[in-house]
Structure formats: structure tokens, C-alpha cells
T-cell receptor, first 114, second 115 residues
Framework: GAGVSQSPSNKVTEKGKDVELRCDPI?????LYWYRQSLGQGLEFLIY????????KSGLPSDRFSAERTGGSVSTLTIQRTQQEDSAVYLC????????????FGPGTRLTVL | KQEVTQIPAALSVPEGENLVLNCSFT??????LQWFRQDPGKGLTSLLL?????REQTSGRLNASLDKSSGRSTLYIAASQPGDSATYLC??????????????FGKGTRLSVIA
């Protein structure tokens, strides 16, 4: 079936504006993850959703970052009052269950904050 | 706090060579280890997943080994091809004994296979 999809593929915004990034996981996958990949840095975990459980938000870098997952499927990552250091590629992944299973990644959204 | 290190950071080899990429991690209490491939401007593709109870996994020309007690994994690529050129990432997931940590990634090894 279709893989993980993300939109938009590229987003350019001005400092201080809010942005929303979308992730459509693989159908039937109960676990969904958001990561951030900054230039010269490794992938950084942001947040994890598993079924109806409370999300693991331990990786969110500040309270300007939040995420929702509606109906156990689509997820939206919101960054409020964007800063230049938020510029990165934001990657979403899903897996059939939780961490025991292979994670399948989307192509990412490249965010540039001017 | 789990840290994952990959050596070398970059590697260039002629086509046809066998090669080994290294990954080390500081906390041996892991649930599993995954190797990924990332092509420029693209997302990650999972190559191999090794559960903590396993010693190795094989897929085609790829073989990944895991020595949990020493905190090391290697990815062996046989008969390398130009199409293998990409960045290879290693990631570990912590076990319930280390707080069920999410995937922690290394910074990757950038591989170039020269025709």
C-alpha cells in the first residue's frame, strides 16, 4: 500500500509566524513518530503517539511545539512563533505497533524560517 | 543518556569492494537496533532491524551484526555498487530497563561508491 506521506514538502516562513506540518501514516499503523533533522545534526526525536495512549512528548524542544493525532491516523505538528533555529527537515514515521516494529519514514518537510 | 556514534563519518570506496560501517552505543540496555539508508533530500529507508536477543540479520548483500554487551553493531555491505551511495544511519531503541527511550540515532556514515 501507500507509504507515509507528508505535506508540504517545503515550507518557507517568516520568523514569528506559526506553521503546521502534516503526516499521513501507513494505513493500519498504530504508532506515529515525529523527528527533526537539522543541518549537521543527527535525527532528534520529538514526539510519539501510540493508539489512544497519551503521547510521549519528551522530545519537544519548547512549548512552542505541539502535535495532535486525530482519529488515530493523521497527525499535525504545529510550531508557534517560529524561530530561525527551527529550520530543519521534519520527518514523520509510523510502525504497525510500537517501538518493537520497523519504523517507516515519510519524505519529510523542509522548513526554512527567514 | 544513550549516545550513538558512527565511524567513519564518510567513506569512499571503489565499486566491488566489501565494506563495514560501525556503530557504537553507550547504554547496552536496548530493545533493538535498526540500520537505515537516507538518500539526499529523501526520507529514511529501513534496511535491517535486529532485536536485542539476535546476533545478526541479513538482507541480500547486507549483513548487520549486534554485540549488545560491548555496545557495537556493524553493517557489512558486500560487492558494493554505485547505487549503494547514501548516508547510512544506525539507531537504537532503549528497553524498559532504560525507560523505554525512543529511537536514538547516530549522525550517519556518508558512503560514496565510485564506478
Amino acid at each position: 500500500g501507500a507509504g507515509v506521506s507528508q505535506s508540504p514538502s517545503n515550507k518557507v516562513t517568516e520568523k514569528g509566524k506559526d506553521v503546521e506540518l502534516r503526516c499521513d501514516p501507513i494505513s493500519g499503523h498504530t504508532a506515529l513518530y515525529w523527528y527533526r533533522q537539522s543541518l549537521g545534526q543527527g535525527l532528534e526525536f520529538l514526539i510519539y503517539f501510540q493508539g489512544n495512549s497519551a503521547p510521549d512528548k519528551s522530545g519537544l524542544p519548547s512549548d512552542r511545539f505541539s502535535a495532535e493525532r486525530t482519529g488515530g491516523s493523521v497527525s499535525t505538528l504545529t510550531i508557534q512563533r517560529t524561530q530561525q533555529e527551527d529550520s530543519a527537515v521534519y520527518l514523520c514515521a509510523s510502525s504497525y505497533r510500537e517501538y518493537t516494529d520497523t519504523q517507516y519514514f515519510g519524505p519529510g518537510t523542509r522548513l526554512t524560517v527567514l | 543518556k544513550q549516545e550513538v556514534t558512527q565511524i567513519p563519518a564518510a567513506l569512499s570506496v571503489p565499486e566491488g569492494e566489501n565494506l563495514v560501517l560501525n556503530c557504537s552505543f553507550t547504554d547496552s540496555a536496548i530493545y533493538n537496533l535498526q540500520w537505515f539508508r537516507q538518500d539526499p533530500g529523501k526520507g529514511l529507508t529501513s534496511l535491517l532491524l535486529i532485536q536485542s536477543s539476535q546476533r545478526e540479520q541479513t538482507s541480500g548483500r547486507l549483513n548487520a551484526s549486534l554485540d549488545k554487551s560491548s555496545g557495537r553493531s556493524t553493517l557489512y555491505i558486500a560487492a558494493s555498487q554505485p547505487g549503494d551511495s547514501a548516508t547510512y544511519l544506525c539507531a537504537v531503541r532503549g528497553s524498559e530497563f532504560s525507560g523505554n527511550t525512543p529511537l536514538v540515532f547516530g549522525k550517519g556514515t556518508r558512503l560514496s561508491v565510485i564506478a
